[in-house]
Every structure is written in structure tokens, then in C-alpha cells.
């Protein structure tokens, strides 16, 4: 089939790239020209596991390509993907300005029938307000050209976007149109080898299932740092609560790990998009609130661990100190900050007369557009560690799991991590001569004593 993907961010770049591995002749469009430019020399703006060789190997191929010429490829392809952001607008709804735009672009565009297909995370009325764009289009040009929309939520999690994407656990398509429903399975047949996850609903039932899957994800989250919390408090174990409930097959393990509070460009934007459709409603979505909230002071616990360890009771309690941070971007194999629990963490530490030095695997770059020169940054995440008080883990990276304990005890002024991810045993931290302070274990943390 022929496709064009209007978008060339994160989801529309992973759609493009996997319907051209597909066998599909894909374009994706974007208006940053200097996107397009580097697409088009090799130059992948995002960090995506398996991605760059995906693009380099299609495009090699011939089946990927990369323009801002939106009304060629429109005209060249049956099924036109907006794939562009829906960034959440001062009162917490979800920005349709690009998406709409596209959808009148599209109308200018259009030379014979077409499926216009939302893939942005969308507000549940969304296509309605798209079909009209386009139709207004269509109506000032005085032609009748027949086109269907459909609502296509994607379901990728940062990290392992290639493989949600080629292996789904499911696909949802939401459309009106028995027509429109075949030629989009056609489309994903290629991804349901092994087991057939298509779901197939009305329009409206698919734009909502994006948010209340991202808002029951996140709600975990919240709930499961807020026992983490409780269990500090009451001197139980976060990690064998995790055990405990996790096995019941009702609950299961995932998304139940207590943290610094979650991130991206998902969950902080789609929780307030629903909350605040629902007061568009007359609905006050009580419960979303409070996840949102509970996230929020979660971004405090890290900073507050560290004041509370180091701090000398001042306005700047941290002034002279100097603390190492591992990991900057909001989860591992991605260089995404955005909505970053680090974000919070290093600006508290800032706040409070820290030095901060970072280390992350991939997001450095991105890090120095939120800090500039406010922090110090490193390649190697034991250069930072030299002279520091304190070590604070953020994001676990998997190469922050099995560190060199001794180097890292050499390194700092006083043997204190604070561990965000709990990545470590509090027994063998203790007899390895730190004072650990992880969340929600063994009370406040176990110190060098082992108490």
C-alpha cells in the first residue's frame, strides 16, 4: 500500500519505518525542514532502540522516504497517517491546533478518495472535528471527493517501540465504515502472524481507549509509590508487598514499581487531557486528580531524602554539597525528558545550593537544553561520582544495575546513594559500607550499621 505518515516524531517515524519493513511504499512528511534533511542523510533525531537501522535499511531499499512536500505525498498515498503532537494546553486539554491543520491540509491536498487515519493521541470527538476540517476544504475548493477518518490509538511504550509495533499485543481500529475496517486490516495483517490482536470498534470507543489505558497505567504507578511511602513510614518492604500482590493474576506485576514518579509524553499529558474532558462533561474525575497529584509530590521524594540527609537546616541546606545523578531521562533506552522525574529532582537539588553533575546514556543532549551550564555533564558515569557527597539514582539504566561498588565507595566523599529505582540490595549496600536509602524498604533506609 501506498502510506504517507504527516509527522515525523516519535510515533509517526516508528509507524513509518515499520510499515515500510512491511513492504509498504511509505513517505513521512514533516514541516522542519532540518528534520527532513537529516532523515534524508542518515540522521535519526530520537533515540529508539532498532530504529536507525530500520530507516537506513528502508530507505536504502526504497521504501521509505522523507519530504515537506505534504500535498505530493497526500496525493500519492490511499491512507494518510497525522501522526503530530497534541502537546496539553494551559488548562490541561490536549492541543488540536497541528492535528487540525493537517486535517485541512489534507483537504487542500486531496485529489480522489482517501482514509485519513489519527494515530496522535486524540480527545474523544476528535475525528468528528477532523472530518469537518477536511469537508470545509473540499466545500472552498467545490469538489466531493469521498474520504473516511479513523481513529488508530498507538500503544508504544519509549524503549521497545519497534517491537510493540511489529509484535502488538493489540491494534485498535476504530471506524463506521465495513469498507474502511478490511483495507486497515489489510494494513496490520503483516503484524498479526502469530496471534490476531485487532480490535475493532466504533470511533469514538477507540479514541477513549488511548486514555483510559494510559490513565489505569498511571494510576498504578501512583498508587504503588504512595504503599512505597507507607511502608517507609511502617517499616515493611516495598519489594516483597510488590511480591505479594503481584502474583494475584487479577493485579499482576507490571507498572507496580515504586519510583520517583513517571514521565514522558504520555501519562503527565493524557491524565490531564481525560480530566479534563470529563469536566467539559460535568464529571469530576476524582480519582485521576489524585494520581496526578500523588505524582507530582513524588517528584519531590528523591531531593527530600538528600536535604534530609545532608542538609544543614538553612535556606540553602545543600550549599558546598555536591551530588552525582544517574540517569536523566524519564525511563531506560530512551533520550526522552519530557515531564523527566530528573527534571524536578535536579532543580530541588539547584534550589537548595546543591552542585549537580549527571550521567545518562543517551539524554545528555537533551539535558543540557533544560540545565545549559546550571549542572556539569559526563560520558562516564563514575567521572561524576569523584568528590561528590551523595550519589542519587534517577532512571535505571541497566548499566547503573551491577556498578563497581568499591569504585563508587572510593569515589564519594561519604558513601550515600539514594536510590530512585531500588535497584540494589539494602543488606549487601549496608555490609558494603553504605548508608542506602532506596524507596520504601526497610523504613527510612538502612544505614551503615545495618540498622
Known amino acids: ?114 482514509i485519513i487515519v489519527d494515530k496522535s493521541t486524540v480527545p474523544v470527538g476528535t475525528a468528528d472535528r477532523v472530518r469537518s476540517a477536511v469537508q470545509e476544504e473540499l466545500g472552498r475548493r467545490g469538489v466531493a471527493f469521498e474520504f473516511d477518518v479513523v481513529s488508530n490509538p498507538e500503544f508504544l511504550k519509549e524503549g521497545a517501540a519497534i517491537d510493540d509495533f511489529m509484535k502488538p499485543d493489540r491494534v485498535v481500529i476504530g471506524t463506521d465504515n465495513v469498507r474502511t475496517a478490511e483495507i486497515m486490516k489489510e494494513l496490520y495483517e503483516p503484524f498479526m502472524r502469530k496471534h490476531n490482536r485487532m480490535i475493532v470498534m466504533d470511533i469514538r470507543s477507540a479514541e477513549m481507549s488511548k486514555y483510559a489505558a494510559n490513565a489505569m497505567l498511571a494510576t498504578r504507578i501512583s498508587f504503588m509509590n504512595q504503599i512505597a511511602n507507607l511502608c517507609e513510614r511502617m517499616g515493611a518492604d516495598v519489594s516483597a508487598v510488590r511480591e505479594g500482590i503481584g502474583s494475584d493474576s487479577r493485579i499482576g506485576y507490571d507498572f507496580l514499581f515504586p519510583g520517583p514518579g513517571y514521565g514522558g509524553s504520555c501519562f503527565p499529558k493524557d491524565v490531564k487531557a481525560l480530566v479534563r474532558t470529563a469536566e467539559e462533561c460535568g464529571y469530576d474525575f476524582l480519582l485521576l486528580k489524585a494520581v496526578e497529584e500523588v505524582n507530582e509530590r513524588q517528584k519531590e521524594v528523591l531531593a527530600t531524602k538528600l536535604i534530609d540527609a545532608l542538609g544543614d537546616g538553612s535556606d540553602t541546606p545543600l550549599a558546598g554539597r555536591t551530588v552525582a545523578c544517574w540517569g536523566l531521562s524519564f525511563k531506560p533506552r530512551t533520550d526522552d525528558m519530557r515531564e523527566a522525574p530528573s527534571l524536578t529532582v535536579i532543580e530541588r537539588l539547584l534550589a537548595a545550593g546543591a552542585r549537580v553533575t549527571a550521567h545518562d546514556p543517551e539524554a545528555l543532549h537533551e539535558a543540557r537544553k533544560a540545565f545549559g551550564d546550571r549542572i556539569g555533564y559526563s560520558h562516564n558515569q563514575y567521572e561524576i561520582l569523584e568528590g561528590a557527597d551523595a550519589l542519587v539514582i534517577v532512571t535505571d539504566w541497566n548499566e547503573y544495575r551491577n556498578p563497581d561498588f568499591d569504585r563508587i565507595r572510593g569515589a564519594l566523599k561519604e558513601p550515600l546513594v539514594v536510590d530512585g529505582r531500588n535497584l540494589y540490595r539494602p543488606d549487601r549496600m549496608a555490609l558494603a559500607g553504605f548508608r542506602y536509602l532506596p524507596l520504601g524498604r526497610n523504613g527510612r533506609g538502612c544505614a551503615v550499621e545495618g540498622k
Do not use: H, W
Not at 31 to 41: E, F, P, R, T, W
Open 1 to 114: 500500500m501506498k502510506i504517507c505518515v504527516i509527522g515525523a516524531g516519535y510515533v509517526g517515524l516508528v509507524a513509518g519505518a515499520c510499515f515500510a519493513e512491511s513492504g509498504n511504499s511509505v513517505v513521512c512528511v514533516d514541516v522542519d525542514a532540518a528534520k527532513i534533511d537529516g532523515l534524508n542523510n542518515g540522521i535519526i533525531p530520537i533515540y529508539e532502540p532498532g530504529l536507525k537501522e530500520m530507516v537506513l535499511k528502508n530507505r536504502e531499499e526504497g521504501r521509505l522516504s522523507f519530504t515537506t512536500d505534504l500535498e505530493s505525498a497526500v496525493q500519492a498515498s490511499l491512507i494518510n497517517f497525522i501522526a503530530v503532537g497534541t502537546p496539553p494546553g494551559e488548562d490541561g486539554s490536549a492541543d488540536l491546533k497541528y492535528v487540525l491543520g493537517v486535517a485541512r491540509d489534507i483537504g487542500r491536498a486531496m485529489n480522489g478518495y482517501r
